[in-house]
DNA sequence: TGCGGTTTCCTAATGCCTTTAGGCAAACCA
DNA sequence: TGGTTTGCCTAAAGGCATTAGGAAACCGCA
């Protein structure tokens, strides 16, 4: 019989398609080793188990997000830099939902720390240098810009803002206004 | 053999507590029926099936949260109201991460509807009657209270701020700081 | 008090998923 | 080309979800 000429590699990659397809929960072993007309027990030689599947595929997606987001952020700076990057976000997330989920799953704090995580703040950190935030500020607008990039499109693609206008375009850009204000008017403490 | 005395209602509290206790995503038929000293089996006749008792916990979750932020609102407003609403959330999440998980299991349109989900929009809005946005604002602001709220409790109780100083908490009271200044100074479109 | 009807829980069974163990054959490499 | 490695397979055990059908407990009424 031949063989399929599974990777570890392949696998993850076809696995993230997987996850946009059917939803990340739905990423199972045996669902994967269907798609490659293969015995699941098979796939045991390249993937330690179930876990280990998922956070490769978290992983890949953290990365390519970080990858977009750099992408983004090169030769923009103040309002244009943080409306670029927050598109970033909202377009992946939309376009790849099972990835994104994917980019949720919970990592033990080793993997998280080797992951592109540390990588999301750096970028973030970077967008607050066209703005004008004390050094002691920028750990608090980090974490606020995470959690509504993050919140946001977490509600949005939970069909929370689906059937009620306006339409969720015009909230996001008018978010990502009121960002640029805020930060250009951080309050004191 | 004597009866266990199931119900729905006992079936789905229990359900909490046991997500609560292991994770949203642990709670099972099996494990439930467990805890009962029952065969799994026997739940089906108080439950649907698995999708039914996670559908029901998130909706116990949502309306345990609606009727906490009603109580923080009760009498405050402004800035006053607006923290007290965020540190039920937060608080909320912290002590029931399993419940806080469950109130974002996808609901199905009719159920959403049906649910505590729009009191909480009514109560964001609320809030907002203690600042001056324009009509056409305030969908844009209950998003963005709602995004910012939702995503760095789930940020956070997925260890993103663990690890690194400052505290989470200060973090949170600087965000609600940032928050009652945005509101307060909108920016016109 | 005892009887029928209903309700509640049980046993049995199926199907799917995960994971481990051990085997055979294809691919590589010398 | 023969030996070795590696890749995928079969077999099997254990778990969860769910359905069908049975028996015992409970409840209301005569």
Same mark, same amino acid.
Do not use: C
């Given at each position: 019989?031949a ?18 397809e059917?939803?990340?929960? $739905? #990423?199972? #072993?045996?669902?994967?080793?269907? &798609?490659f007309?293969?015995k ?12 280990d599947l998922?956070?490769? +595929? =978290? ?6 997000? =970080?990858?977009?987001g ?5 030769? &923009?700076s ?8 927050a598109? #970033? ?7 790849? *939902?099972g &990835? ?10 080793e ?6 995580? *540390?990588?999301?703040? $750096?970028?973030?950190?970077? +967008? ?9 500020? $920028?750990?608090h607008a ?14 949005e ?8 206008a ?8 008018? +978010? #990502? ?13």
């Amino acid at each position: 019989m031949a063989r399929a000429g599974l990777t570890t590699e392949r696998l993850v990659r076809a696995g993230a398609e997987l996850a946009d397809e059917v939803g990340f929960e $739905q #990423v199972t #072993v045996s669902a994967l080793a269907r &798609r490659f007309d293969v015995k699941a027990a098979s796939l045991y030689s390249h993937l330690r188990n179930s876990r280990d599947l998922k956070t490769r +595929i =978290a992983l890949l997606a953290l990365e390519e997000l =970080a990858d977009r987001g750099a992408d983004a952020l090169a030769g &923009r700076s103040g309002k244009e830099a943080l409306g670029a990057f927050a598109d #970033v976000y909202r377009d992946y997330a939309l376009a790849h *939902p099972g &990835r994104y989920t994917a980019a949720r799953y919970p990592l033990d704090a080793e993997t998280a720390a080797a992951s592109a995580g *540390p990588r999301h703040t $750096q970028l973030t950190r970077a +967008i607050l240098r066209g703005y004008d935030l004390p050094e002691s500020e $920028q750990t608090h607008a980090v974490r606020l810009l995470g959690s509504v990039f993050h919140g946001y499109v977490s509600l949005e693609s939970a069909g929370g803002f689906a059937h009620s206008a306006p339409d969720s375009r015009e909230s996001w850009t008018r +978010i #990502v206004d009121a960002l640029d204000s805020l930060l250009r008017n951080w309050p004191a403490r």
